[in-house]
Every structure is written in C-alpha cells, then in structure tokens.
C-alpha cells in the first residue's frame, strides 16, 4: 500500500515537472519570437519579398499561438494534480501545502503570461510596420504611374 502511494507521488511529480519545463520551453520562445522581431528589417522590394513578409508574420502567430496552447494545457494538466490531490491524496489533506507545491508553476505561468503578452504587441506592432511598408509601396506604384 506504502508503494502505491509513492508510485502515486512520483507520477504526479513527472507530470508536474513536466509541465513546468513545458511551459519553460515556451516562455524561451516567446523571448526568441520577440528577438526576432525586434531585429526583424522589412523588405518589400519585390512581390517575392511581400510574400515572405507575410509567411514571416503569419510564422510567428502560428508560433504564438502554439506557446499559448502548451501554456494552457499545462495549467490545466496542473489544475487536475492538485484536484487529485486535495481530493484523493490522504498524505496531503491541507490546502496551503498544496498550493506550496504548485506555487512554483504558477510564477512560470505567469512569466509565461507577460511574456506572451509583450510578444503579441510585438507581433502587432510588425504586421502594422509591414502593411504600412506595403501601403507606401503600392502609393509610390500609382504615383509613379501618373509621373
């Protein structure tokens, strides 16, 4: 019985670290993402280089939005742990030492949060700098036509 409880105790503790290096992984992109904004130059000299400044912005959501889904679904693979473990752990029957155990995660969270936050205001903020780049472009085209 002593055994089951410990095997019991130590899947929850992979899955709990394993949930906090997922998260960490995806606080690490967010970072990236907002480097490689930041260091991004817009070039839309051809119709090739507008197509790949699209691809780029279009990338960088589709990366934003995966670092969002690992985020959530590993606060709710840690919401269930501690379900589990206020409801059905006998060794841990108090709420504080559960949340104790947790609190790590939830400042990885949320990081995670802010930094997700600053990475879609970037990412904003470049999708504006390309369609303003574009808008620019097309208006030298028809004022060029008419010189």
Known sequence: ????LVMRENMRTRRYLG????????KTEMVRMIEMISNHTIRIDSNEDIRMEMEFVRMLEIRWNQ???IAKQRRDTVNTLMY???RF???RPHLATVHTWFSPFR???REHIVLADRAVVSLRQLERRVNQALAEKRLAEVLAGFG
Do not use: K
Not at 1 to 4: D, I, Q, T
Not at 19 to 26: G, H, K, T
């Open 67 to 69: 670092g969002l889904n």
């Open 1 to 4: 019985m002593g055994s089951l």
């Open 84 to 86: 589990e473990m206020v």
């Open 19 to 26: 949930a906090c290096l997922d998260v960490e992984f995806a």
């Open 107 to 109: 400042d990885i969270l």
């Open 89 to 91: 752990d006998e060794t």
